[in-house]
């Protein structure tokens, strides 16, 4: 017997809570250590959440956790200049229990969600900063928080501290993410009275919508704008490639105020009031620079380990598995008594055969592909608009006229500028 804690997780957000919560119901002493004043109080955005998965990780939450709307419909779209086109589905099958997902606003989630992890045994202290591990012999044996009384050890160390891993870096897994590995994303939470929510978006009540808004939301640089309802609030954000941004010198918060102002997207959010801003970095380099996710006495899960899928606009619920895969392995390595690098390799061979890895080896090229290729959201957006209000206007110009017309709108493309698109777009999603 020793009095060392099982594990300490560093960082409560949805891949600590999890990891934390399926230790302690294992059995393992288990502390979360939370930098924020409370779990949820550095994660101030709302984004939306899959309901199928995190059922699967917390039996029933739908009854007890803070969500702001089922969310129904799917919104694609671009915008040019002073335009806008896209694609909606909206389904019943999404209006109706079982929902597919929902908003959820982050500060008051991950605050319910903490306590899921107190309710199974672990203890939970927000308000301590992790600034650093503690070492035997190669071997990572704790944490500290740089006070003299803020030391604290344990078999196994549990990196979930996000975007931007710094503790990770000091284990030697990863080095600082590259500008082209991370997006930046600015986002406000705008209020409005719900019944005007529901009347801007055309909702049911209660119900709601997302919005995913690409070209001219972000300058037509890579990235996208979004807006998701909630009860009384809109989610409300845009980001890009930080690569980008530093090679532009576009400011996020310039490329929000500009995506505001764009006339489709003005009087969806007129006479709101921002209650709320924030800017945080979403890792974006995948499964092609994922790094090394165990080493002597540590695993890391979530963000920290690079697990997001843009495409999908999935973090939360990959957060989550991989949370509950690096508990069972901790598991499995209490009954051995070792928790070396050796032992814990098992955590890469779950993730493996999870959807984490599976979908992040799926998208793997997505990123490049879209980087090489700095036209596709800024050239044919507006290429797609001209066509539309060709199509659209009605004057005196016969049909016949306006398709000749549309006709050498497409000619102007480069035929092997569209062609690559257009299979390395099937190539790369295959
Ligand atoms: C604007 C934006 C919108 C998004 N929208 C969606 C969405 O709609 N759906 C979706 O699924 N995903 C979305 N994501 C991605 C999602 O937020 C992340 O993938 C998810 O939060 C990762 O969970 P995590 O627990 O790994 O990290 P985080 O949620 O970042 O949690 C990390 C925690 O660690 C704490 N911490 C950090 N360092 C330390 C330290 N040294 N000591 C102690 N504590 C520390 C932080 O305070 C934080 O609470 C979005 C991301 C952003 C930025």
Redesign the pocket.
Known sequence: MDDKLDAIV????????TAARALANAGLATVV????QY?????V?G????RQPTEEMLPGFETEAPLERPIIEQRYLLLAEDAMLGATYRTQAFAEPPFNAYSVL?AEF?RWHATTAEAAGAEVYPE????DLLWDDGQVVGVTTGEPDGELEAHCVVL????N???AQKVGLHNEWAPIEQAL?A?ELIALPSGTIEDRFNLPSGLGTALEIFGESTWGLLGYG?I?TNKDTLSL?T?ALLEDLIRTGINVNDMLDRFKRHPAIAPMIEGGETVEY?A???PEGGYNRMPQVYADGVLV????AG??NPLN???????MLS?KLAAQTIAAAKERGDFSAATLSRYRELLDDSIVIKDLYKIRNVTDFAHARPHLLRDYPELLSRIAREYLTVDSVAKKDKQATIARMLRDVPKRRLLGDALGALRTLR
């Not at 779990?39 to 994660?43: D, T, V």
């Open positions: 560093v960082g409560a957000g949805p891949a600590g809570v250590l939370e930098r924020g779990p949820g109080a550095k994660n955005w984004g939306i959440l899959y982050r991950d301590f900063t992790v600034v979930a501290d996000g975007a891993s710094l503790l994303v986002k979004f998701y954000g980001g924030s945080h970095l979403i899960v979530g963000d920290a697990f997001v606009r999935e973090g939360v619920n990959l957060a949370g």
